[in-house]
């Protein structure tokens, strides 16, 4: 299993910056990509950014040019930022951390628990 822990939401002014923190540990072997998801009330949870474990990014066209995903990975832990700039009001949502994973041949996603991020107008 994985485990993943975000931090770093909060509130800023339309235009500010956070950086939000996904800290995957367990059984990271198993993990081929982490994502970045966010979720409003009453919508679908959409994909915002992911990046494979060898670096590679990809980005929603509401993140491009706006939002930066990096990995940081040693031998027990792995870290996925994501780093958003030029914040809007309608970036406001519950991000969540997704891993996703292959265990005995299947595809397997894990969690985090969400950390809020509220831009002001």
């Known amino acids: 299993q994985v485990q993943l822990v975000e931090s770093g939401g909060g509130s800023v002014p339309t235009g500010g910056s956070l950086r939000l923190s996904c800290s995957a540990s367990?059984?990271?072997?198993?993990?081929?990509?982490i994502g970045w998801y966010r979720q409003v009330p009453g919508r679908l949870r959409e994909r915002v950014a992911t990046?494979?474990?060898?670096?590679?990014?990809?980005?929603a066209d509401s993140a491009k040019g706006r939002f930066t995903i990096t990995i940081s990975r040693d031998n027990a832990k792995n870290t996925v930022d994501l780093r958003m700039d030029s914040l809007q009001p309608e970036d406001t949502a519950v991000y969540y951390c997704?891993?996703?994973?292959?265990?005995?041949?299947?595809?397997?996603?894990?969690w985090g628990q969400g950390t809020q991020v509220t831009v002001s107008s």
């Open positions: 997704r891993a996703y994973t292959i265990e005995l041949g299947d595809n397997i996603s894990y």
């Open positions: 367990g059984d990271i072997s198993s993990v081929n990509a």
């Open positions: 990046i494979t474990f060898q670096g590679s990014p990809r980005y």
